[in-house]
């Protein structure tokens, strides 16, 4: 293994440190925050299994044992450069997001009590910055693991979470919120702003 697979390897982890790191304070906010409406099921909690098996299982197995060894390619070292830049995007944009939301964040698809409609901060331009942030990690991950399954899982899960969720989230959104949260969804993005 080079020497550059091997930092990719090392940056991987720091990041998926640095991204639990971040979260871990919201989410033990969260459970303490009363909920006025959820639609937690079995669809949402399936996505969020598969979400977890595509971007810590997958690429944690590839990263300490190298399996599966079979689906293993070289290592380009610019890979190891944009990786990185990619991740460290993708960690930006999530704390940036959780900031943002504050006490509305939630890791499943609820209501808050005192829920507010957030529109400021990055959700000025970006209706879902914090499914882009994962998807950017699923980028990062594909290029930093040299491995087709491990790498391109992370890819996989985050989008499965994306296509899966938002249009429930948006559901959710517009009963709250009603033509508040429609006005929103016409002056935003739902991930790339000035362009989609």
């Known amino acids: 293994m080079s020497l550059s ?29 009363p909920v006025r409406t959820s639609r937690r099921d079995t669809v949402d909690w399936a996505v969020l299994a598969f979400v977890t098996l595509c971007n810590a299982v997958l690429p944690f ?12 390619y070289p290592f380009h070292p610019a890979c190891l450069w944009l990786g990185t830049a ?27 009590r005192e829920h507010r409609l957030v529109t400021t901060g990055i959700y000025q331009h970006i209706r879902h910055p914090m499914y882009l942030a994962f998807l950017l990690w699923g980028l990062a991950q594909t290029l930093l693991l040299p491995n087709w399954i491990a790498g391109p899982a992370g890819l996989i899960g985050s989008a499965t979470l994306f296509l899966l969720r938002v249009w429930r989230e948006e559901g959710l959104m517009v009963e709250q919120f009603g033509d508040q949260y429609r006005a929103y969804m016409q002056r935003t993005a739902r991930l790339v702003p000035w362009l989609f």
């Open 61 to 72: 197995a590839y990263v300490v044992a190298k399996v599966p060894r079979f689906a293993n």
């Open 86 to 112: 990619v991740f460290a995007t993708a960690i930006w944009l999530f704390y940036r997001t959780h900031q943002n939301l504050g006490r509305n964040w939630s890791v499943s698809l609820e209501i808050r």
């Open 5 to 33: 697979a091997i930092i990719a390897e090392n940056v991987w982890w720091i990041c998926v440190v640095a991204w639990f790191v971040l979260r871990w304070p919201h989410q033990r906010r969260a459970r303490k925050e």
